[in-house]
């Protein structure tokens, strides 16, 4: 399912796998993205909880993004409420914003996204960035950064 280098004891994809993982599935791969703080004990209750959504459902991609770990790519977005989910299909946000952390509530999120025709809140001009950033191949890149 996943390559070798996923580490088998989480269901949460790595972020350096995201692009790969989602260029590789069929049109309409959703992504449901934490971002999250390790200091954080919400988030650390939270984890389990994803992991568990994230077996419910396969079709779906989850990762997790530690904002402080990862600040070059959170870069200037404001992460004031843990957690705070971004919902993503095909590389495009529909979704961003705080959650409650339970998995009821996340669960009818996602299927509000499923369902979705287009963005299911104000999206931050910098998570349309991230999310350039998260899922454009490695020739991409180079494409979108001059190199």
Known sequence: MYPPSFPPMSTLLPLALLSDATASRPEQC???????????????????VLEQLALAHPHIVFSWLDIEDEADLANDLDVETFPTLA?????????????????DVVAKLIRAAEAAGG??????????DM????????????LLHGR
Request: with cysteine; charged share 20%.
């Open 119 to 128: 963005p299911m809140s104000q999206i931050p001009p910098e998570i349309a």
């Open 87 to 103: 919902i993503f299909r095909d590389g495009a946000p529909l979704y961003f914003g705080a959650s409650l952390p339970l998995a």
């Open 131 to 142: 999310a350039d950033a998260l899922f454009a191949r490695d020739a991409d890149r180079s």
């Open 30 to 48: 959703h992504v449901v993205l934490a971002l999250c703080a390790e200091w954080c004990g919400t988030c650390r209750s939270f984890r389990p």
